[in-house]
């Protein structure tokens, strides 16, 4: 099924593959919008929801801001949200209502917002209240336009002196290096040389559990939302080691035949003791729950492996929509359940 170029074109009718494979491209993207603090910045927060929101975690672990930063999925905003606040409300589809009522509470705090969007109520709001604003090009799926989000954060973060300087050079690079370790996750790619088709014909049938240690947990993440979205499969993510002090435990009173596949990303950046402890999860785990397909990630440096690790996933998740017979762009529940908000 995976090695037939004519049912993948017909499924895959939106192509989810070519926009995985464009992917390093978004990190190249560079936008024109400047953006100038008017109070002293002492903390960041995030406003977003899905897609508009896992982008964050990527950069709050790479490359890290010099002040605080938090990513909110609420309707609220914290207490603490001032005029030293840089508000970033983002929402794809510029509609995203939790978005909206966050960003009326952040500007009656009279924060310090920018918008990144790729149109809609979100857009109008930010042309209207002349708020910086990154549009996002639009057309695609939210959580498969989260590294254009991702080269708008560092390029305003760096702007602003949050993060280190040459961070956005530096993700730049490492676009152009993405978009050369694709070649063997390709439709083209006969499942037999094609890691990617491997894997999901691992995963088909089963829900997914994805683990990672600290540092990939952002991709881990990633991962969990594209297999929701993307195979229409149930899925979860945790991260080590976390994971010891609860879940693990969870894995202990029924048989090994349980209908999940169990995902490891594993880095050789992770602390050396979380390493030892994949090792020692997995020894005293044994006939307990599946064996973890692992997955050694590739890149020397952590962006690298960020992102190498999430766009791997997007591929094993978009074949494993196709395993399931259905088209990986569309979620049309989710349309369907705002809908239902209204009525």
Known sequence: MLDDLTYIHKKDAQDALGVAAKQGEQLQHTFEVT???????????????????????FVQAWPGLSVPFEIVRNYDIPKYVDAHTLFISSSYSG??????????????KQAQIVVVTAGGTLAERATTAGYPCYMVPGGIQPRMSSFYM?????????????????????LHAAGVWLNQQQDSWQATVPTASNPAKQLALELMGKSVVVYSGYKLFPAANKWKICMNENAKNVAWCNYLPEFNHNEFIGWTSHPVDKPY???ELRSNLEHPRTQKRFEVTNRLLSGKRPAAEVVRVRGDTYVQQLL??????????IYLAL????????VDLVEAFKKALDE
């Open 95 to 108: 509609n995203t209502e939790e978005t909206l009522a966050a960003l009326e509470a952040a500007t009656a």
């Open 323 to 330: 395993l399931n017979g259905i088209n990986p762009s569309p």
């Open 35 to 57: 953006f100038a603090a008017k109070h002293e910045i002492r903390n960041v927060v995030l406003s977003g929801m899905g897609g508009s929101a896992l982008y964050a975690l």
């Open 261 to 263: 596949a169990v995902v």
């Open 150 to 170: 991702i080269a708008a954060l560092v390029q305003l973060f760096e702007m602003l002196e949050l993060i280190p300087a040459g961070s956005a050079k530096e």
């Open 308 to 317: 190498w690790t999430a766009v791997y996933g997007d591929y094993t998740s």
